[in-house]
């Protein structure tokens, strides 16, 4: 099924796999370093909405979007050639959108930069290799 010509069961299963990598990305992986890089504590979550993580879901679905498009303005490309649009994209745009925080965060925290960046990285390739696995579901 498509939706102005892109798959919206591969956007979506892209999406819930990004959301789950960041859960292990930031909750398992990197909590800690992440967590201190950012000044927080648990304490700082406690009373915190879960309906939050919505949010995370819905920023997951944008960026799925975003892949597939550009997947498909690149005539959606072998899994090599997905493989390094993916990569490419979280190199620039998300190198691009982590040094926001880094910037402009009081710590200016070189490692929570690269945190956040690897997992722009690894998450947009790993979008762009399950849009081209479900591009034709």
Do not use: Q
Request: charged content about 10%; overall charge neutral.
């Amino acid at each position: 099924m498509k939706l102005f010509g892109l798959p919206i069961i591969g956007i979506v299963a892209a999406a819930i796999g990004l959301f789950l990598l960041g859960w292990v990305w930031y909750g398992m992986m990197f909590d800690e370093i992440w967590m201190t890089g950012a000044g927080l504590t648990e304490a700082d979550y406690e009373g915190d909405s879960r309906w939050w993580m919505a949010g995370g879901l819905l920023i997951s679905l944008a960026m799925a979007k975003g892949v597939a498009f550009v997947l498909k303005m690149a005539d959606w490309p072998d899994m090599m050639g997905a493989l390094k649009i993916g990569a490419k994209l979280g190199i620039v745009f998300g190198g691009a959108f982590s040094a926001y925080d880094y910037v402009w965060m009081p710590a200016h925290n070189f490692t929570l930069f690269l945190v956040n960046w690897g997992h722009l990285v690894v998450g947009l390739t790993f979008v762009a290799a399950v849009l081209t696995l479900l591009k034709k579901v």
